[in-house]
């Protein structure tokens, strides 16, 4: 595996080709993700933005089929030489954790609330690592002090409701990264947090990410969170990437009106009173009932008649992709 | 000298911990407490008490009030009472626990497969649970004495399957609402088995509303087993049980009211207590499940 690794070293961490989720309701089948490909290298990270309901923590449940029992889970999943799409259970599951890890949005109910965060990050380095009891303690007391728990061997013996929100969303930290993961995937990790403990929790999962070198994905609905934390930026609206762009470049030359409309919506600190926020009119399409054309015609002020006819491709060239039949100017887009 | 000082503040604060905890559950909740265990400790340790036979017949003593030699007086055989009671004690106590432990082990079990597997399995469980339910208990426990004959054993068989859908239905509420708990998603991210999720995972919150279930669920089953053997489908005599003797004591009821009364206050006050400690033990998880 090491050695298919160096002969091609071009090859992503991950791939994913053509993923589709679609779960069961009882007004039909939901399509959450629908035919999303995307490449993550050893390393960098991505962020993935979109509104609630846009399929962005489907996709990233995808990854390591932790879906709804009855979600349906087509295309492929490359990671670090597997197929985790078809890979079997218990393949999957010694993957999960040890090369895979994930860090969720609640860190009130992410973790067991009967037993200490001792025995929930001691038992998990002792299963996948296969540490001796002593030598897990010592590497839990070190974890817990890496993602910044003061007085961690006391804490240790301590359970999830002695913490508060931002320390348990650290030890949450601290059990994903306990073995090393190649690939961290962050759904929302600051969303249920208080601001001031927001920016920590975000720079404490970016310094460990480039201490460890290992690549994450960052799921959330704040463009600001993603802004300087992440190498490239997915924009996500109605289970499909709409556009794909370095960060740097999605924030001066987006071309995908939604985007534009994303940006315009985050509050300016200085903007003067009274001020109207840019909300983004009408409601996220029902999944249910796929329209026939771009998704977001409907809310999009440069809407055509070819827009709610036929869905436009994800296009463009190099590192930035849109799917938009009438894409922004870049320099259009540089206006304030 | 250090470790001395911080040993005394640690014993100091373990000792207000005590306090506060004593504090915390109310007079009541200790005086049940001490009932259950003196009931407990009495009819274990039945056999070593300096007590009368509870089956040896003095016929010049019948209905005797109480004296020195009968602290509680006799029943219309001129058995000793209280040897009768703590004896009783024994065999109501081992049924009223034993039979909701089937439930709790057998019901437990289904409820946290069915509410964490759900699909078919569930399906099934809940099937048979509310088949069970619909069976009429007293038919169920009279042909099951009937041809397989009274006995403590058989007895505890029914009441204990009796109890298996409540236990059944408690863990799979329990189980249904912890399973979509985010702690459960992470500890399947993090690569648990599905046997460890079930034992390690969802087992510690469950047990926490089955044990408080399982309390007055012994309440009640003290209550079923007096039914039964007042019914004269419980433990045959001359084995005394409660409620065989609150059967007994109602031929006395005019002359002697205290045969009958004397086995329904045991009963009542170790139903009391169970349900009392029960109740405590509920009120107590609950806050803190809702808080998390």
Redesign the interface.
């Known amino acids: 595996m090491g050695a298919a690794t160096q002969a091609r070293p071009a090859r992503p961490l991950l791939a994913i080709e053509g993923v589709s989720v679609e779960l069961p309701t009882p007004r039909g089948a939901l399509r959450a993700v629908a035919g999303v490909s995307l490449e993550l290298a050893a390393g960098r990270t991505l962020g993935i933005v979109g509104e609630s309901g846009s399929g962005k923590t489907m996709l990233s449940r995808a990854v390591a089929r932790l879906l709804p029992r009855r979600a349906k889970l087509t295309g492929a999943v490359h990671f670090d030489g597997h197929n985790l799409a078809e890979l079997d259970a218990e393949a999957l599951r010694r993957l999960r954790g040890r090369s895979l890890a994930f860090v969720f949005q609640d860190p009130m109910t992410s973790l067991n609330p009967v037993l200490t965060i001792g025995a929930q990050i001691i038992e998990t380095l002792r299963e996948h690592l296969g540490l001796d009891r002593s030598a897990a303690v010592r590497r839990a007391i070190e974890l817990l002090g890496q993602v910044g728990i003061p007085s961690p061997d006391q804490r240790l013996r301590q359970y999830p409701h002695q913490f508060s929100g931002g320390m348990r969303q650290r030890v949450a930290i601290a059990i994903a990264l306990s073995c090393e993961p190649k690939l961290l995937i962050a759904d929302e990790p600051t969303t249920a947090l208080d601001v001031t403990v927001q920016a920590q929790i975000l720079d404490l999962l970016a310094r460990e990410q480039r201490r460890r070198g290992m690549a994450m994905i960052l799921i959330t609905h704040d463009l600001g969170v993603v802004a300087g934390r992440t190498d490239e930026v997915a924009v996500m609206y109605a289970g499909r990437v709409v556009e794909r762009a370095p960060t740097h470049i999605l924030f001066k030359a987006m071309r995908m009106p939604y985007t534009q409309a994303l940006i315009a919506a985050i509050p300016k600190l200085d903007a003067p009173p009274h001020t109207p926020l840019k909300a983004i009119s009408g409601l996220p399409p029902d999944l249910t009932r796929p329209s026939e054309g771009c998704a977001f015609a409907p809310r999009c002020p440069y809407a055509s008649g070819r827009c709610r006819q036929s869905p436009p491709p994800l296009t463009g060239s190099g590192a930035q992709q849109f799917a938009c039949w009438h894409p922004l100017e870049p320099a259009v887009a540089t206006a304030p | 000298m250090r470790t001395s000082k911080a040993a005394i503040v640690g014993a100091a604060d373990a000792a207000a911990e005590l306090w506060a905890g004593f504090a915390k559950f109310g007079w009541l909740f200790w005086l049940a407490l001490a009932w259950i265990g003196w009931i407990v400790l009495a009819a274990g340790l039945a056999d070593l008490l300096p007590l009368p036979s509870p089956t040896d017949m003095d016929m010049l003593e019948r209905r005797a009030p109480p004296s020195a030699a009968h602290w509680l007086g006799t029943d219309r055989l001129g058995r000793d009472m209280l040897a009768r009671l703590i004896h009783g004690g024994r065999i109501s106590l081992t049924v009223a626990i034993l039979a909701p432990l089937i439930g709790l082990l057998i019901g437990g079990a289904l409820g946290i497969l069915a509410g964490y597997f759900?699909?078919l399995l569930e399906t099934v469980v809940v099937g048979g649970v509310d088949v069970l339910l619909a069976f009429p208990p007293l038919v169920l426990a009279l042909a099951i004495t009937a041809y397989l004959g009274q006995t403590v054993a058989n007895l505890t068989y029914i009441i204990g399957i009796l109890s298996i859908p409540a236990f059944t239905r408690v863990a799979r509420a329990a189980t249904l609402s912890l399973a979509k708990?985010?702690?459960i998603?992470?500890?399947?991210?993090?690569?648990?088995?599905e046997l460890?999720i079930l034992l390690?995972?969802l087992l510690?919150?469950v047990i926490?509303p089955l044990m408080a279930f399982f309390l007055l669920a012994v309440a009640v089953t003290i209550v079923v087993e007096g039914a039964l053997s007042f019914l004269g489908l419980g433990v045959p005599p001359p084995a005394p049980s409660w409620g065989g003797m609150i059967g007994e004591g109602r031929e006395s009821l005019e002359t002697a009211p205290r045969i009958a009364f004397l086995p329904a206050l045991f009963m009542f006050l170790t139903v009391l207590s169970f349900n009392v400690v029960g109740d405590t033990l509920r009120v107590l998880t609950d806050p803190?499940?809702a808080?998390?």
């Open positions: 759900r699909g708990r985010e702690f998603l992470a500890a399947r991210a993090m690569g648990a088995t460890r390690r995972e510690p919150n926490l803190r499940q808080a998390l």
